[in-house]
C-alpha cells in the first residue's frame, strides 16, 4: 500500500500525484482508498463491476495480438474527474454501483477457461485498483498470461516501477497537452500522464488514445504537440488513436465532427507512422 503514515491518526496516499491527504474515514478523490483508524484501505480489492472477453482492438490496441480476444475486468471509482466519461456510472458519482467477487485466481482461472490470451483492466481507472491489479497481473504472468493497462497514466513513479515488470502493454489517454486543460476540466495534471508514457514506453509496448472534444481540445495545435511529443519521446512507430466524442455524463456539446478527425489524422501522419481514427 503505497501511502505515508503522520501524526494524530493522518494519512497520506502516495499512489497517483493527487496525494491525498486524509483524516480518520475519510476517502480519497478516488472514491475508493479510505484513511481507517490511521492506516490506508483499500475498498474495491477483489470487486468488479464489469467483466467480458472483448476483441483487443476495443481497448483500443491495434499493434499488439491483434484479432484476439482479452478477458477484461473493471471495478469503480477514478482518480480524474472528467466531465464527459461515458463509463461514469462506474468511474464517479456515489459509487453505489453493485460489484462482483473476484480472486486474482479466479480471474486467471477464467481467462484460461474463455481461452483469452490475457487480462486487460480496463473500463475505469485501473491503478487505483492498484493492489488487485498487481497480485492479479502477477500470478497471470507465471501462467503465461499477458496483462494489459487501459488508464489515464495518473499514477506516481514508484507504484508505476513497482508494477511495471508484470504488464506487457498499455493503452494510455492523453487527453489534451495543456496543462490547463487537465487542471480545468480533470482536476489532475499532464506532466504525470506524459512521464508515465515515457517511462512504460521503454518497459512495454505502448498505444495512445486522444478523446477530441470540439471546442476544448480540438486545435491544430494540439495535434501537433501530441503528434511531436509521441515522435520525439515513444518513437514514431507508436500507434495513436483519434477517438470521436460523444455527448456523456455532464457535458452536451454535439459530437466531434468527422471532419475534425480527418484534420486531426493528416496531422499526426506528418510525423507518425501509425494514426488511426476511433468512436467512427
Known sequence: MHCEILEAGKVRCLLCPNFCLLKKDEIGRCGVRQNQNGRLYSLIYGETTSIALDPIEKKPLYHFYPGNFILSLGTKGCNLKCPW?????????????????????????????????GIAYTYNEPFIWYEFVYDTARLAQKEGLKNVLVTNGYVNQKPLEEIIGFIDAMNIDVKSMEESFYQKYCQGKLLPVLRTAEFSAKKCHVEITNLIIPTLNDRQENFQKLADWIAQKLGKDTPLHFSRYFPAYKTDIPPTPIETLKRAEAIAKEKLRYVYLGNV
Not at 93 to 107: F, H, N, V
Open 85 to 117: 466519461c461515458q463509463n461514469w456510472s462506474i468511474s464517479q458519482g456515489d459509487l453505489s454501483c453493485p460489484t462482483e467477487k473476484i480472486t486474482p485466481k479466479e480471474a486467471v482461472a477464467r481467462a484460461r477457461k474463455l481461452k483469452s490470451f
